[in-house]
Structures are given as C-alpha cells and as structure tokens.
C-alpha cells in the first residue's frame, strides 16, 4: 500500500507499505519540475514494486527517500 | 403481567433429539414444551415460565435454505405467539451459531423478544452481533449451564417487555448500539480518575471500545516481477470525468473497475478525483497521482514489469464503516485472483 499517512497503514495491519509523498499527490509532487516529478513518482512505484518481492513479517514500512536504509518495522 | 412466561425455544438436530450431521439437512419442526437443553433452561428460567414448544431444525437446512427456514419459523412464532424466543445455546457450532441468529431476527422482526448464546467467535456472533442479544459461551456443550444460568435471567427480563442496560452491565456481547444515559460523574472527572490509576499502575478500564484491527498474513514475495501481472487499486476516488457511473464522494457502498487495457496512461481530460476527505485538484490535473498507470506502463515497456492488468479498481476510502470497507477488499481480492494477478498496488490518500 502507497500511502503518505503510512502510520495508519501500518497500524491497521497493512503489511507492505510505502511512504507516499504527499495525501493530495501521494506518487508524485507538482512543486518539482516535471522531469524531476516524474523521477520521483517513479522511485515511489518502484519501491512499491521492489516490496513486492521481498518477504516480510508483519507490517513493513518501506520508505523511497531513505535509500540504501532497511526496512522499518511496526512493532 | 399475569401467567407464567411463554418461551420458544430455538435447536438445532442435536439438540432436539433428530440426530447428528446424517440429520442436518432436515427442516423446521416444532415439538410441544422442553426439549433436550430446554429442560435446563426451564430450570434455569424458574417458576413461572415454561418452554410452550421446541422449533428444531437441521443446521445444513438453515444455512442452505435460509430463506424457507425463516418462513417456517416465523410461521410457527406467529402461530404461537410466545413472550420471548430463546435460541441454542450453540457454543462453537458456526451453523448452528449462524441459525441462532437468524431465529432471533425472525423473532424480533414480529416484535418478539429474543436471545441467544453462543462462542463469542462463532460466526453467527461476529456475523449477526448487530441488534440481537447474544449471551458469550464457552466453545463445548460443557458450559451448557453455566450459558443457561447467564442466559434465562435476561430473557426473562425480555420476556417481560423490559429494555435490558449496557452490555457491559449485563454481561451480553455488545450489539453494536449506542444509547444516551448518565454515568453520575462528568467526564473530566472519570477521565482524572482513569489517568491516576494509570499512573499508580492500578487498572482501569476506558469508557472507549477498542476493536483491534484484523491480522492478515502477508502475501509471499512474487519471485520475478518481469513475469509478473500487476494490477492498481486506488482507494483516492478516481472516477471517469464527469463521473457518469455515479460515485459518491464518501461512504461508498460499491466500487469501481474500470478497463486501462488501451490506455498509456491517466489523462486529466477522462479521468478525475471524486473523495469527499482531501484536497482533489492536483490529482485532477494528474490522475497518475493516486494510480500510478503512466509508470508502470513505462516499467512494462522496460520489461521490468510482466504485465499491467488490463482493470483498475477504484472508490473514495473515506467514512467508511470497517465492515463495508472488509466487504469491498474481499471483493477486489477475489476479482484479482480470478484475473491471475500476482501483485496488486494500492494507493491510498
């Protein structure tokens, strides 16, 4: 689940959920160029689709702008 | 009121004597006073109330035919037209559970009385709770007793047209209504109270029912995303423009699945935002926003993806009840796996 209110995601039991930008654009963000907008929605959908192939526990927060990090848990 | 209580009482054909499962399949019969369980129950009810008669019928008949059951039973009710209907108990028998409660809601639907009691996870509780009384039992025929104790007090008091307290004073299980009384002591000073046996490590109890959110098992990891089909759920409410299919903005009782199968991605000119609970312009200046189609055909283009299915669903998640919102996930779930989707995104604003 891509969601920019991710604590409710994960409080409410969602298990792989993806830190979105904003609530009114969550893929994506119009103050940015329409290049760099786009790149960043893409990263968002990736990392999205990235979680889709890992295993996980429990809820799972997994967040695009912290690259390189490990996944947050809930709990 | 004069004369003993007249009580229906409700089993399924175990409990009235039929038989086991070889016998479940039979429908609704009615025997003259207490059978079975009903014995106790008199006993337990006291003097003056008596079982008048014993509806009993096949679980399987009741679970397959529910609509021909009910009639039968509301047939009979009507014909003896008892103070209170009593139902099980069914402790942990999901279809007797389940028939408990469609009996109670024939009952309450003439303007009878009724109860029941069963295993608070039953599924004829957790289904039916809403607006019939039900009394918490253990899961086996060993607390019979101990169920018919906790129960005959209270249909007595039904029986007798009396409103029963909260839940929580009457030891039944919540029915999900809410009613105004007065507690005796304004809020802020419970509220006080509540803090300090906080702090003092003393317990305490909120006046706030909390119902902890289901668990659900993550699904296992798709091995390789390039030969996978992904589909989009979008929880944003993201309509056709001009919404010809008649969304509401909130509370939504049904959603949407639209086909992407032509499309490279979600124009402003066809699609838009619809969602009573946050601020729409942006997403309909970009729909791709809140269902991200434009990217994952490009990842499709790059092989990256297998396949974007070719159907979106949609609908605006807001002031929905949990209930409504479980239904139309289950929903959405079952048409994915028909369509042999491997991974689903769901964005949620």
């Known amino acids: ?75 | 009121m004069s004369g003993p209580l007249r009580i229906v009482h409700y089993v399924n054909q175990f409990f009235g004597g039929i038989g086991g499962e070889d016998q479940a399949h039979v429908g609704v019969s009615v025997r003259a006073g207490a059978v079975g369980p009903g014995r106790v129950l008199e006993k337990a009810l006291g003097d003056d109330a008596r079982v008048e008669a014993t509806l009993v019928c096949g679980d399987n008949f009741a679970s397959e035919n529910e609509a021909d059951a009910a009639r039968a039973i509301g047939a009979e009710l009507d014909r003896l037209k008892p103070d209170v209907l009593v139902a099980g108990p069914a402790f942990g028998s999901g279809r007797y559970g389940l028939a408990c409660a469609l009996a109670c809601k024939v009952a309450q639907g003439r303007g009878i009385p009724a109860i029941t009691a069963m295993h608070p996870e039953n599924p004829g509780a957790s289904n039916a709770r809403r607006g019939i009384y039900i009394v918490p039992t253990g899961a086996s025929t060993t607390s019979m007793q101990a169920a018919l104790d906790a129960l005959a007090p209270l249909a007595r008091r039904l029986g007798r047209g009396q409103t029963l307290g909260p839940s929580e004073a009457e030891g039944y299980m919540p029915r999900g209504t809410r009613r105004v009384h007065d507690r005796g002591r304004p809020g802020y000073q419970r509220a006080l109270d509540m803090l300090l046996d906080k702090l003092h490590g003393r317990p305490y109890r909120s006046e706030v029912p909390y119902a902890p959110p289901e668990r659900v098992s993550p699904a296992p990891p798709i091995a390789d995303l390039a030969r996978a089909r992904i589909a989009m759920v979008t929880t944003g409410g993201l309509v056709r423009k001009g919404n010809p299919d008649r969304q509401v903005s909130a509370n939504a009782v049904r959603y949407h699945r639209h086909t992407v199968a032509e499309l490279e991605s979600l124009s402003p000119a066809e699609w838009e935002a619809y969602h009573a609970g946050y601020f729409n312009h942006i997403v309909n200046s970009n729909p791709n926003y809140i269902l991200p189609l434009s990217f994952l055909r490009d990842l499709e283009r790059q092989g990256k993806v297998g396949r974007v299915h070719e159907y979106i669903y949609a609908l605006p998640g807001v002031s929905t009840p949990v209930a409504v919102s479980a239904g139309h996930g289950r929903s959405i779930a079952a048409d994915l796996k028909a369509g042999r989707v491997d991974g689903a995104l769901l964005v949620a604003t």
Do not use: W
């Open chain 1, 1 to 75: 689940m891509i969601s920019a209110i991710y604590n409710f995601a994960l409080t409410t039991g969602a298990n792989r959920v993806i830190r979105g930008a904003r609530i009114e654009h969550v893929c994506g963000d119009p103050t940015l160029s329409a290049e760099k907008d786009y790149a960043f929605g893409m990263r968002i959908v990736t990392t999205a689709l990235q979680t889709l192939t890992i295993a996980v526990p429990g809820p799972t927060l997994f967040d695009p702008m912290a690259s390189g990090k490990e996944a947050a848990h809930a709990s």
